[in-house]
């Protein structure tokens, strides 16, 4: 065994030793026995270091450990301040057919095969021809109540901003005999998957809704 790492050693060193001679300025750090032990001593220890940060970020990555200091350097997401809503309308018993239609867009992210089926689902299903975009800022009055106003404004409140801009807005009167509320309004968030309401009082960087982000909403009636 002690022969094996022997070998392993003298294989590393001349494989090392061959490398730095190949180029005259790294030559010049190998010219003594001092300097040489010193070179392959930090050249080493770089590559260990590397090879750590790699694998340990790796795995934190793939969800095989976590980070060794979550507990003493907790992450806080920066609020989000403003956000880009698409909005369609559903009727009620399409509410299948539009998890179906988000489950699909997710996949289209990453397979262009799925848009055309997403594309015939969507006229089928949104009462509206297109979708209509907003743009929604968050100030202070919209989160300095919070329990922990750093963290932003929550998907509850999204949501009543959401109803409020329907209600209010000429666009959509056919509809504001239904007498509409939050709880008709669907939020997808940026990774096509939908908010539920029990997660109404999360706040929105904690549910993949961050700044600059564009969303869909969907109102059923």
Known sequence: ????????????????????????????????????????????????????EVIYSSGIYLGLWEYHAKDIFTEVPIHCAHVYVRLNIVPKENVGKTKEYYALKKKSKYNVLYWNKLNQLGDELFSLDRFVKYHFEFSPEDFEMNKEPEFGSTIEHLREKIIKLFNDSDIYKQYHDKNLDKTNVLIYNNQNDEVTPKDDGQYLSKCHVETGNVIDCVVVY
């Open 1 to 52: 065994m002690l022969s094996i790492a022997v070998e392993v050693i003298q294989r590393a060193d001349n494989y090392l030793t061959a490398t730095l001679q190949s180029n005259s300025f790294t030559a010049n750090l190998i010219h003594t026995p001092t300097s040489k032990f010193i070179t392959e001593f930090l050249v080493i220890t770089f590559v260990l270091l590397v090879s750590y």
